[in-house]
């Protein structure tokens, strides 16, 4: 079984709203990854947990706040976004992170909008 | 730093013709490639990898891709494709950074369209 699951698939948020994106894997991974994707561009890394710690941060806006509970979860805490951070966000998971051989599984994305 | 090449951003097609998408990166010591597919409003799904040994990699749906070291590239085909096979292609690579971590850099991606 190679499923990332995400929640919600749809969310919509005004500027000011506080909301939280939900990522799970029970496939045993260690390294989980949150990426941003714009329409018709490849998605791009945001950050990256190995064993639950925080490995990489692509130098994100703080009001974007992740957050590694156990190794079967990831959250994404969203605060005062702005309109340009509307994006489909999609998270990964791997084995390992290092020696470059894993294999990044996706979740299907969580499509937000923010009015 | 790697980098991979997408020539083709958009690439139509006839419905059981045979089709090449084509990538291409830079060259490092060691190399592991990969294509992702992502139909509409949903997430990639890997299609094929080449980590080592045989240069020609059979993936899902149908599809394979050849790694070329000498012309450092890793074009995918597909003998006769579908319309079901309408979807973004991405090409990616990983890249071992300065901290240790590996992480996956993508190309820009290519756009099938398959028409009846």
């Known amino acids: 079984d190679t499923e990332v699951t995400q929640t919600p698939k749809h969310l919509v948020m005004g500027m000011t709203n506080k909301k939280s994106l939900k990522c799970e894997q029970h496939?045993?991974?260690?390294?989980m990854y949150w990426y941003k994707q714009k329409a018709k561009k490849p998605p791009e890394l945001m950050f990256v947990?190995?064993?639950?710690?925080?490995?990489i941060n692509e130098s994100v806006p703080s009001r974007f706040s992740p957050e590694c509970p156990n190794s079967s979860l990831l959250n994404l805490h969203l605060h005062a976004l702005q309109p340009e951070d509307s994006a489909l966000y999609l998270c990964?998971?791997?084995?390992?992170?290092?020696?470059?051989?894993?294999?990044?599984?996706f979740g299907p994305g969580t499509r937000l909008t923010v009015l | 730093a790697q980098s991979v090449t997408q020539l083709d951003s958009q690439v139509p097609v006839f419905e059981e013709a045979p089709v090449e998408l084509r990538c291409n990166y830079s060259?490092?010591?060691?190399?592991?490639l990969f294509w992702y597919v992502q139909y509409p409003n949903q997430g990639l799904q890997l299609l094929l990898k080449?980590?080592?040994?045989?240069?020609l990699v059979k993936g899902i749906n149908g599809f394979e891709a050849e790694f070329n070291k000498s012309q450092t590239s890793f074009h995918l085909r597909k003998p006769s494709v579908h319309i079901s096979d309408t979807a973004e292609y991405f090409c990616?690579?990983?890249?071992?950074?300065?901290?240790?971590?590996?992480?996956?850099?993508f190309g820009k991606g290519t756009m099938l369209l398959v028409s009846p």
């Open positions: 496939m045993g991974h260690r390294a």
């Open positions: 947990y190995s064993y639950e710690k925080l490995s």
């Open positions: 080449y980590l080592s040994g045989s240069t």
């Open positions: 990964a998971s791997s084995q390992e992170l290092a020696g470059g051989t894993d294999t990044q599984y």
């Open positions: 990616a690579v990983t890249e071992v950074g300065n901290s240790g971590y590996s992480t996956l850099t």
């Open positions: 060259s490092s010591v060691s190399v592991y």
